[in-house]
């Protein structure tokens, strides 16, 4: 089992930068695909950007692809998302999710995650 502990976050301007992390407290993410989710009040939860148990493949939503990257850091204990030319519609409570069974086409699947994190604000101002 393990725990997630998000970090980051906060106000920027559109068109700003931004990561938000996701770290596994007390351990590694070793041999766990983990995601990134978005969700706005009243809305269901989005899926943004993933990488797989093996650390070898991504992939991302297309609201956000080509501007955001998902990275595994060194040492496996916390996956970043690097988010660029930010849009308000990007304003959301981002949320991580990891899983060690998530195979690779299931990885956009919130439903095949385990363990979540707490959730952190993004919020975009135009």
């Known amino acids: 089992q393990v725990q997630l502990v998000q970090s980051g976050g906060g106000l920027v301007q559109a068109g700003d930068s931004l990561r938000v992390s996701c770290a596994a407290s007390g351990g590694t993410l070793r041999g766990y695909a983990v995601g990134w989710f978005r969700q706005t009040p009243g809305e269901e939860r989005e899926f943004v950007a993933a990488?797989?148990?093996?650390?070898?493949?991504?992939i991302y939503g297309n609201s956000v692809k080509g501007r955001f990257t998902i990275s595994l850091e060194n040492g496996k204990k916390a996956v970043n998302l690097q988010m660029s030319s930010l849009k308000p519609e990007d304003t959301a409570v981002y949320y991580c999710a990891a899983g060690r069974r998530v195979i690779t086409s299931s990885l956009g699947n919130q439903g095949q995650y385990d363990f979540w994190g707490q959730g952190t604000q993004v919020t975009v101002s135009s």
């Open positions: 990488i797989d148990r093996n650390a070898a493949g991504t």
